[in-house]
């Protein structure tokens, strides 16, 4: 079984500030890991993931994970947000069969003027 | 279709009444899923579709809770004798297989009074 944990459930920055959105796994099996948006009132997107290969992954909106098995976590980051980036953000772990996944309990993002 | 399609998008039932929640997932999409997001929490896996079978019902709280999916398109997660503690959107979504990351639906909440 996996479990994930995201550590901060408010992160409010300043629009044009970095940000990072933390996020830490536990597993007794080699696992994927993905990171979902939820824009207000509408359904959940897949920001991005990390199946395998380069342990840095990107989005086409500039955000960024790394995987780090020492540490077991995967991490969300942006170095510039902008005020369309308010949402919440979930970690997501799944096995290598990918047949279920286990959220954490999720971060809100708010990105301030 | 172009996405997973959920309908009613709001549901509002009496204790103790009989629901349906239908689901039409994205066109070939052999895998489907259920979750359930109460307010405040992240999604939790409720059951996994293979084709037509449930590969995965483990995440079914009770057994006033059951789901299909006939001939392996659209799904229908059927809750008998509701309890106020039912309410929560419902989320389906579908994938092409192990490791594609998941297409969620937009929901439907669905409130037990």
């Known amino acids: 079984a996996q479990s994930v944990t995201q550590l901060d459930s408010q992160v409010p920055v300043f629009e044009e500030a970095p940000v990072e959105l933390r996020c830490n796994y536990s597993?007794?099996?080699?696992?994927?890991l993905f990171w979902y948006v939820q824009y207000p009132n509408q359904g959940l997107q897949l920001l991005l993931k990390?199946?395998?290969?380069?342990?840095l992954v990107e989005s086409i909106n500039g955000f960024e994970a790394e995987f780090n098995k020492s540490q077991t976590s995967f991490h969300l980051r942006k170095p510039s947000v902008h005020i369309s980036d308010t949402a919440e953000y979930f970690c997501?772990?799944?096995?290598?069969?990918?047949?279920?996944?286990?959220f954490g309990e999720g971060t809100q993002l708010t990105v301030n003027p | 279709g172009a996405g997973v399609s959920q309908t009613p998008s709001n549901k509002v039932t009496e204790k103790g009444k009989y629901v349906e929640l239908r689901c039409d997932p994205i066109?070939?999409?052999?895998?489907l899923y259920w979750y359930r997001q109460s307010l405040g929490q992240g999604p939790e896996f409720l059951i996994y579709?293979?084709?037509?079978?449930?590969?995965?019902d483990s995440g079914l709280p009770n057994d006033r809770f059951f789901a299909v999916r006939p001939e392996g398109s659209v799904s229908t997660l059927k809750i008998q004798r509701t309890e106020r503690g039912d309410s929560a959107v419902y989320l389906c979504?579908?994938?092409?297989?192990?490791?594609?990351?998941?297409?969620f639906g937009s929901g439907t909440r669905l409130t037990v009074v």
């Open positions: 997501a772990v799944s096995d290598t069969s990918g047949s279920r996944l286990t």
């Open positions: 990390y199946l395998s290969g380069s342990t």
């Open positions: 066109s070939g999409h052999t895998a």
């Open positions: 979504a579908s994938s092409h297989g192990q490791g594609y990351g998941y297409t």
């Open positions: 597993s007794s099996v080699s696992v994927y």
């Open positions: 579709f293979q084709g037509t079978g449930a590969a995965d």
